[in-house]
């Protein structure tokens, strides 16, 4: 069971980024699969989820209308679509999954990827 995240990359800030999870060993549809992120010297902090049925979570309110996700059954893979970044959207950026879209993501590593790197500049 892996998950493995890509498209991290460096943007200049109102740019468009789009970020990949894929997995492999299991079917990303049969799980809620989310995002969070970790700066440097930050706590982690959850980006947003989309459920099996396909409703989304926004963990913090500073990216409604900027991030949005979308699902790719048939890929088996999710996207996170980051619209207009900030250079305070600089993090690595992790795909979970969980058994629903909750308070918070899960503390267990397994249910993570390793994470790709976004930087953003002014």
């Known amino acids: 069971v892996q998950i493995v995240e890509s498209g991290g990359d460096s943007v200049q800030a109102g740019g468009s980024l789009r970020l990949s999870c894929a997995a492999s060993?299991?079917?990303?549809?049969?799980?809620?699969i989310g995002w969070f992120r970790q700066a440097p010297g930050k706590e982690r902090e959850g980006v947003l989820c989309?459920?099996?049925?396909?409703?989304?979570?926004y963990y913090t309110d500073s990216m409604k209308g900027r991030f949005a996700i979308s699902r790719d059954n048939a890929k088996n893979t999710v996207s996170l679509l980051m619209n207009n970044p900030k250079p305070e959207d600089t993090a690595v950026y992790y795909c979970?999954?969980?058994?629903?879209?909750?308070?918070?993501?899960?503390?267990?590593?397994?249910?993570w990827g390793k994470g790709t790197l976004v930087t953003v500049s002014s």
């Open positions: 979970f999954r969980d058994y629903g879209c909750y308070a918070e993501p899960p503390d267990m590593e397994e249910y």
């Open positions: 060993g299991f079917t990303l549809a049969d799980f809620a």
């Open positions: 989309i459920s099996t049925r396909g409703d989304i979570t």
